[in-house]
């Protein structure tokens, strides 16, 4: 028989991996001069095209086409088509729009063909895990940040990479996704965009800042999309909409009004997602998580069958494991069970990171299970209490080494 400590982590907001985010864009206003919002130089390249259809007619057609299409989104994308229009900037005729104001629970994403006046898409769409949960609320430019980026952007060509085909989007506006590039925001394809994991766990899963769209039209949303195609990210923050250059053109604001209106834009702040402590393996037994260590899990449906609730998305492994997601066990939950429900030890499971070559040659992490064996007893290593935090650790017997 062998044995195995478990120790507890307390997980950051960014989930199982640990980061830290740069808030210094959200100032960045008040330190740049207010000339530079009317002036910024256009570099961005450009051609004569315009679009074959007047904006009132494009207008019709989003009533028509997507009636569900926010009225304050589609002003804000006329006038960003207006102003490409007067930047002369590069592109086809097909647009896709992201209203970031609604929910992941919601179809956010729109493509259109502006000369056929037809609405091609309208499906979901992830944002960045730091960008909220259910909503979106904070956004950056920020290497690392892991969260979305708004405003105006422009599609490059399709590639593949480690989340298969996948599409560069270049950020056409400096101060809020003129690093999409440098970030690799991409938009690809993701499980936990499909509408069955939606409907299932209430939302829909999140990204490290692309928008991934679901499995099933990833690919020929991509292909539709790609190359010269402009791509707007909508949310009402006041920031962007004073500030953006796709928005503003036509307005001549002098000094003082100008002024005004960044004195009272309102920063976007970020959410801070409260997240339980998570359990590892410490098999080397130095008390600390490296990178080998497994974390104990369970199936998300046998989290539901084991407590009787929806399983945690905030939790929930970024890879699914054999087409199955799985969810970290917190220090209370695996309290709960050691405590109250023995028998069902042995739908514990132990995941590891493992990196493999994929796609054009590119890395990726994926979880492995790791076979210790059977699990025969669990431990605590200390008192159990109603302050289940004070354990601090548990001891794992099992019946065999691993196979």
């Known amino acids: 028989m062998i044995n195995v400590l478990l120790l507890i982590l307390a997980v950051a907001s960014s989930g199982l991996s640990l980061s830290v985010v740069d808030n210094s864009?959200?100032?960045?206003?008040?330190?740049?001069?207010?000339?530079?919002?009317?002036?910024?130089?256009?570099?961005?390249?450009?051609?004569?095209?315009?679009?074959?259809?007047?904006?009132?007619e494009i207008k019709e057609m989003f009533q028509q086409e997507a009636p569900n299409l926010n009225s304050a989104v589609v002003n804000k994308v006329l006038a960003t088509l207006s102003?490409?229009?007067?930047?002369?900037?590069?592109?086809?005729?097909i647009l896709t729009v992201i209203d970031y104001s609604l929910s992941s629970n919601q179809k956010r994403l729109w493509v259109f063909d502006l000369k056929?006046?037809?609405?091609?898409?309208?499906?979901?769409v992830s944002h960045g895990i730091r960008s909220g949960t259910l909503f979106s609320k904070y956004f950056s430019n920020i290497n690392n940040s892991k969260?979305?980026?708004?405003?105006?952007?422009?599609?490059?060509?399709?590639?593949?990479?480690?989340?298969?085909?996948?599409?560069?989007?270049?950020?056409?506006?400096?101060?809020f996704n003129g690093n999409a590039f440098n970030r690799y925001i991409v938009m690809h394809g993701g499980w936990y965009m499909e509408e069955d994991f939606i409907k299932k766990y209430g939302?829909?899963?999140?990204?490290?800042?692309?928008?991934?769209?679901?499995?099933?039209?990833?690919?020929?949303?991509?292909?539709?999309?790609?190359?010269?195609?402009?791509?707007v990210v909508y949310y009402?923050?006041?920031?962007?909409?004073?500030?953006?250059?796709?928005?503003?053109?036509?307005?001549?604001?002098?000094?003082?009004?100008l002024n005004m209106l960044l004195s009272e834009a309102k920063p976007i702040t970020e959410e801070h997602e409260r997240r339980e402590d998570i359990v590892f393996a410490?098999?080397?037994?130095?008390?600390?998580?490296?990178?080998?260590?497994?974390?104990?899990?369970?199936?998300?449906?046998?989290?539901?069958?084991?407590?009787?609730?929806?399983?945690?998305?905030?939790r929930m492994l970024r890879r699914q494991i054999d087409h199955q997601e799985y969810v970290a066990l917190s220090n209370s939950e695996l309290n709960r069970l050691v405590a109250n429900n023995k028998s069902e030890l042995n739908k514990l499971s132990f995941v590891k990171p493992e990196i493999i070559r994929v796609n054009g040659g590119y890395y990726e992490t994926q979880m492995k299970l790791v076979n210790l064996g059977k699990i025969k007893e669990i431990r605590f290593n200390a008192?159990?209490?109603?302050?289940?935090?004070?354990?601090?650790?548990?001891t794992v017997y099992f019946e065999s080494n691993a196979v």
Request: charged share 20%.
């Open 25 to 56: 864009h959200q100032n960045s206003a008040e330190e740049s001069s207010v000339g530079s919002v009317l002036t910024e130089v256009n570099t961005i390249e450009t051609t004569a095209q315009a679009y074959p259809l007047p904006l009132q």
């Open 83 to 93: 102003c490409a229009n007067t930047y002369n900037v590069k592109r086809n005729d």
């Open 116 to 124: 056929a006046k037809k609405m091609l898409f309208n499906t979901y």
């Open 147 to 175: 969260a979305s980026s708004l405003g105006v952007y422009r599609t490059e060509k399709a590639y593949y990479g480690r989340e298969g085909l996948s599409l560069r989007l270049e950020g056409l506006e400096n101060h």
């Open 203 to 231: 939302r829909a899963g999140r990204s490290w800042g692309c928008p991934a769209v679901p499995l099933a039209l990833y690919q020929a949303i991509i292909n539709t999309i790609k190359e010269n195609s402009l791509f």
């Open 236 to 257: 009402p923050s006041d920031e962007w909409l004073v500030q953006s250059r796709f928005l503003n053109c036509a307005k001549n604001f002098p000094t003082e009004k």
């Open 282 to 314: 410490d098999l080397k037994h130095n008390h600390s998580l490296e990178e080998n260590d497994p974390i104990v899990v369970v199936s998300a449906d046998q989290y539901e069958n084991l407590y009787q609730a929806k399983a945690p998305l905030g």
């Open 383 to 394: 008192e159990p209490t109603s302050h289940v935090q004070q354990v601090g650790s548990y």
